[in-house]
């Protein structure tokens, strides 16, 4: 018997604070699902195939993460593969009254368990909308983000930039 977890999220795209709490989480369960959730009515800068290919590329080195997709609940998607856990990092208070309601109301859906991981201090203020924002902007977020994840956003950035001047 595996003992799953799953860390749930849009990813759009992901950070060094999710890749945090994924690799945390990657320490602590035998398989770890990174679950990209589909919002239908929010236009990403990364399709769910890019975002699901950049997780797989990134946290390949943990031997223990499956990438998938899911849109609806994400209880139903736990139940569908038996996960009793969600992963979840907490930036601040302000997350952890969020996050508490929906923990609470996924326990009484199913009965899976949320546990909460403090995000690091260094990545405390992070969120996928403030660099893209910031890099949208001109500003350097190559510290804030993968790599792999800084180079395609930058060409991203580049291709959006020229499809406006043409």
Known sequence: MFRRAVCPGSFDPITNG????IERASRLYDVVHVAVLVNKSKKGMFTVEERIAMIEE???QYGNVKVESHAGLLVDYCKDREIPAIVKGLRAVSDFDYELQMAQMNHG??????LFVPTSPTYS????SLV?????LGGD??????ELVFRRLTERIAERSAGQTD
């Open 18 to 21: 999710h890749l945090d709490i």
């Open 58 to 60: 990134i946290t390949a």
């Open 109 to 114: 859906l199913t009965g899976v368990e949320t």
């Open 125 to 128: 203020f992070l969120s996928s």
């Open 132 to 136: 893209k924002e910031v890099a949208t």
């Open 141 to 146: 977020v190559s510290h804030l983000v993968p």
